[in-house]
């Protein structure tokens, strides 16, 4: 694993829960609206571009996994999103496509 790797990760269990004490799924929403995630999304999957979220071989399937997925957009797009943004953003996914506990 190399170091980029086992940051990404301990990053993760930081943030694992998507509804982390004090994230707002609103604000997760308006900052994705904000970076146009659908945008790539759309390009990938289109449609609206929800299917990245509903499809059977998804990526996600936990909330660590969600937490390291949304801080690997952030760095590939470069939105200069703050942990607590990332945070914010998976509980909007987490809330509206994922519904882990």
């Not at 993760?12 to 994230?23: D, M, S, Y």
């Not at 990938?44 to 990245?52: A, E, K, L, T, V």
């Not at 957009?73 to 998976?90: I, M, Y």
Request: aromatic residues 8%; charged residues 20%.
């Amino acid at each position: 694993m190399t170091a980029m790797n086992r940051l990404i990760a301990a990053y993760a269990i930081v943030l694992a829960a998507p509804c982390a004490q004090g994230a707002d799924p609103r604000l997760g929403e308006a900052l994705m609206q904000e970076a146009q995630c659908d945008s790539c999304h759309v390009e990938r999957f289109g449609g609206d571009g929800s299917q990245i979220y509903l499809r059977a071989d998804r990526r996600v399937g936990n909330p660590a996994q969600l937490a390291t997925q949304v801080s690997v957009c952030n760095s590939q797009l470069n939105t200069g999103w703050f942990p607590e943004d990332e945070a914010h953003v998976a509980a909007f996914l987490n809330e509206r496509y994922y519904k882990f506990k």
